[in-house]
């Protein structure tokens, strides 16, 4: 029969020492003893956990360190090897404190002898493993091996001590099987815990692959299912960032369950329900959770099972709606349901289009024509704004070349886009806007790009060289939604801009609101000091536009002279107005 081969890490200092060790292990028959030797402490902690070992010996003398300081650092790191600490002559008060920061045992190095040697490893080794057996006993569940209610206990109450502390967000899942006790009365409960097994594994590999789906993770907070009993799991989802995670990982569940189990022979379908307690909304300690979560489990089965319930109603509805929303949005490109409605912008002094902002809508096939603000929120949040943006920035280049090819338009005008702040950080952007200008043939100084400020506050020195490269370009910049974010006047002088727009919400009541009347005449004077273009947003009224021209600004865009319309509908406007002189343009609208 082939010897037992057991694994030594040995961490000692003096190679002399070393060398003994190794010959007393080696004298043993029955066992072969395969001693690692690491003669410091860095190189001790590098291997340490890599679980290899089936015991290490740290020699307590290590220069500047010692073994104890050692075993410490192993067991906090979550070292489960045995430990056997070595002392030498006049390091007797050690051995208590040895066993006290968790070391299996300790030995005199004066007094090894082969066999001392040998028991104290095999024990050591025996020892840890009834250890952990009683551990386990204790934690989890025989039948699945997934976390039991005690632990389970002990994970929540950890997870929710760290979501106190850094003000987090903890989901809570109950979910109970909904044919359980028909599968056990009918066929043997051979199948009843067989299935009960595959449910868990299903569950559990599922939860670990969510880790780095659903959020991120520290190490030590780790997302875990547990079996309370019966047919019961629950599942705690640590740091979600939204209910829509939790949405999301219980929508997951259903479908998973619902594929046929194969037990044995038979064929089983099952379904489950699943109720979800959010902490904090739900409830702030470990009882009002689980009670919470699992009232949301009962609601579920109430409403013909196979669902997943929030505990508070009103979570249910928006997070389906947000849910299908999204679902929809993933599809949306493939489709071609985006459309780009362009708006005009007008040179206040000439009357003329100058250029147009491509504004995007989403034309859903059950819901109509959706506005921006309704999705793109959305999209930033799934990532879906990088592909999105792509295609904005493609079909806006393409439209406004095919403009001014096509010569109706006086004069070429600029196209005018927003990138999301998301896009703005996206590694491969001025590659992507090269690529786009050069597809379609457009000069980059009709492009301009509108930034908000809070993106280009957000990370001030890698915005500034990126806002350089795009001008370098001789792509255009603009500031969007000026006035609504930190409104910095040092800021605007830093950044190589082309345009302010002032922002509409001032716009709105600059003839009735002294106060922003004069916010709007200073950021007019301020911009133009800055040698910036000023273009107002949201013009409606004549008022509006009287005081504008009153106070100088160059530029703007508003339902007085035209709605974003799709690009046909553009082209008309231009052909019935353009062509005119702009100034008479301008003076007619206003009479
Ligand atoms: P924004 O860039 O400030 O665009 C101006 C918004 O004001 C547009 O709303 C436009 O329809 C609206 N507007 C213009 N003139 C008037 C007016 O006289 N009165 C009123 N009441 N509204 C006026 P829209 O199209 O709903 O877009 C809203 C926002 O969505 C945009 O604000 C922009 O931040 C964002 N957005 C639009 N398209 C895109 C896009 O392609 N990508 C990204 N990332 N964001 C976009
Ligand atoms: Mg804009
Ligand atoms: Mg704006």
């Given at each position: 029969?082939?010897k037992?081969i057991?694994?030594?890490?040995?961490?000692?200092?003096?190679e002399?020492?070393?060398?003994?060790t190794?010959d007393l292990f080696?004298q043993?028959?029955n066992?072969i003893?395969?001693?690692?030797?690491v003669s410091?402490y860095?190189?001790a902690?590098?291997?340490?956990?890599?679980?290899?070992?089936d015991?290490?010996l740290?020699?307590?003398?290590?220069?500047e360190?010692?073994?104890?300081?050692l075993l410490?650092?192993?067991?906090?790191?979550?070292?489960?090897?045995p430990?056997i600490?070595?002392t030498?002559?006049?390091?007797s008060e050690?051995?208590?404190?040895?066993?006290?920061a968790?070391?299996?045992?300790?030995?005199?190095?004066?007094?090894?002898?082969?066999?001392?040697?040998e028991?104290?490893?095999?024990y050591?080794?025996?020892r840890?493993?009834?250890?952990?057996?009683?551990?386990?006993?204790?934690y989890y569940?025989?039948?699945t091996n997934?976390?039991?209610?005690?632990?389970f206990?002990?994970?929540?109450?950890?997870a929710?001590?760290?979501?106190?502390?850094?003000?987090?967000n903890?989901?809570?899942?109950?979910?109970?099987?909904?044919?359980?006790?028909?599968?056990?009365?009918?066929?043997?409960?051979r199948i009843?815990?067989?299935?009960?097994?595959?449910?868990?594994?299903?569950?559990?590999?599922?939860?670990?692959?969510?880790d780095?789906?659903?959020?991120?993770?520290?190490?030590?907070?780790?997302?875990t299912?547990?079996?309370?009993?019966?047919?019961?799991?629950?599942i705690?989802?640590?740091?979600?960032?939204?209910?829509?995670?939790?949405?999301?990982?219980?929508?997951?569940?259903?479908h998973?369950l619902?594929?046929?189990?194969?037990?044995?022979?038979?064929?089983?379908?099952?379904?489950?329900?699943?109720?979800?307690a959010?902490?904090p909304?739900d409830g702030?300690?470990?009882?009002?959770?689980?009670?919470?979560a699992d009232?949301?489990?009962?609601?579920?089965?109430e409403?013909g099972?196979n669902?997943?319930q929030f505990?508070k109603?009103?979570m249910?509805?928006?997070?389906?709606?947000?849910?299908?929303?999204?679902?929809?949005l993933?599809?949306?490109?493939?489709?071609d349901?985006?459309?780009?409605?362009?708006?005009?912008?007008i040179?206040?002094t000439?009357?003329?289009?100058?250029?147009t902002?491509a504004l995007i809508?989403?034309?859903h096939k059950e819901?109509?024509?959706i506005?921006?603000g309704q999705?793109?929120p959305?999209?930033?949040?799934?990532?879906l704004?990088?592909?999105?943006?792509?295609?904005?920035?493609?079909?806006?280049c393409?439209?406004?070349?095919?403009w001014?090819?096509?010569g109706?338009?006086?004069?070429?005008?600029?196209?005018?886009?927003n990138?999301?702040?998301?896009?703005f950080?996206?590694k491969?952007?001025?590659?992507i806007i090269e690529?786009?200008?050069d597809?379609?043939?457009?000069?980059?100084?009709?492009l301009?790009l509108?930034?908000?400020?809070?993106?280009?506050m957000?990370?001030?020195?890698s915005?500034?060289t990126m806002?350089?490269?795009?001008?370098?370009?001789?792509?255009?910049?603009?500031?969007?939604?000026?006035?609504?974010?930190?409104?910095?006047?040092?800021?605007l002088?830093?950044?190589?801009?082309?345009?302010?727009?002032?922002d509409?919400?001032?716009?709105?009541?600059v003839?009735?609101?002294?106060?922003?009347a004069?916010?709007?005449?200073?950021?007019?004077?301020m911009?133009?000091a800055?040698n910036l273009r000023?273009v107002?947003?949201?013009?409606?009224?004549?008022?509006q536009?009287?005081l504008?021209?009153?106070?100088?600004?160059?530029?703007?865009?508003?339902?007085?002279?035209?709605?974003?319309?799709?690009?046909?509908d553009?082209?008309?406007y231009i052909?019935?107005?353009?062509k005119?002189?702009?100034?008479?343009?301008?003076?007619n609208?206003?009479?």
């Open positions: 029969m082939d037992e057991i694994r030594i890490l040995l961490v000692e200092d003096d002399d020492d070393y060398i003994l190794k080696a043993v028959d066992r003893y395969d001693v690692e030797w410091n860095a190189d902690l590098k291997v340490i956990n890599n679980n290899s070992y015991a290490c740290f020699d307590y003398r290590l220069g360190h010692t073994g104890l300081d410490r650092e192993a067991v906090a790191s979550g070292c489960k090897v430990i600490i070595l030498g002559q006049g390091d050690i051995d208590i404190e040895s066993l006290k968790g070391a299996t045992d300790y030995l005199n190095k004066a007094e090894i002898t082969t066999q001392l040697l028991r104290a490893v095999r050591a080794i025996e840890k493993r009834t250890e952990d057996r009683i551990l386990r006993m204790a569940d025989t039948l997934l976390p039991n209610r005690s632990l206990h002990d994970r929540l109450s950890k929710l001590a760290h979501a106190e502390r850094y003000s987090g903890l989901a809570l899942l109950f979910i109970d099987l909904d044919n359980f006790k028909r599968i056990n009365d009918t066929l043997e409960h009843g815990d067989l299935l009960l097994m595959e449910v868990a594994e299903r569950l559990h590999d599922y939860v670990r692959s969510a780095t789906v659903a959020r991120q993770n520290t190490a030590a907070l780790t997302n299912v547990a079996r309370l009993g019966g047919d019961e799991f629950t705690l989802l640590t740091e979600i960032n939204t209910l829509q995670d939790a949405a999301k990982v219980s929508q997951r569940i259903l998973l619902t594929q046929p189990f194969s037990l044995d022979g038979h064929e089983v379908f099952v379904t489950a329900s699943v109720g979800i959010i902490f909304y702030e300690d470990m009882n009002m959770l689980i009670k919470n009232t949301a489990m009962y609601h579920a089965k409403l099972k669902n997943f505990y109603h009103s249910n509805a928006s997070a389906l709606e947000r849910l299908t929303l999204e679902n929809s993933r599809k949306a490109l493939e489709r349901e985006f459309i780009l409605h362009y708006q005009p912008r040179d206040i000439t009357g003329t289009i100058v250029g902002e809508r989403w034309n819901k109509g024509l506005p921006p999705f793109i959305l999209a930033e949040e799934t990532g704004i990088i592909p999105i943006g792509e295609w904005v920035l493609e079909e806006a393409r439209q406004n070349k095919m001014q090819n096509s109706f338009m006086c004069t070429p005008v600029i196209v005018s886009l990138l999301s702040g998301h896009q950080v996206q491969d952007l001025m590659k690529k786009v200008l597809d379609s043939g457009m000069d980059p100084s009709y301009e509108e930034i908000t400020e809070s993106v280009i957000k990370n001030a020195d915005t500034t806002l350089n490269k795009l001008k370098d370009m001789g792509i255009r910049i603009s500031m969007d939604d000026f006035g609504t974010g930190y409104s910095s006047f040092s800021y002088k830093r950044f190589p801009l082309d345009n302010v727009k002032i509409r919400s001032f716009i709105r009541d003839t009735e609101s002294n106060e922003n004069a916010i709007v005449k200073a950021i007019i004077v911009a133009h800055l000023v107002a947003e949201g013009v409606e009224t004549r008022q536009l009287d504008l021209i009153e106070f100088g600004c160059d530029e703007l865009q508003g339902f007085l002279f035209s709605k974003p319309l799709a690009a046909e553009l082209a008309q052909t019935e107005r353009g005119k002189n702009g100034r008479d343009v301008l003076i609208l206003l009479q």
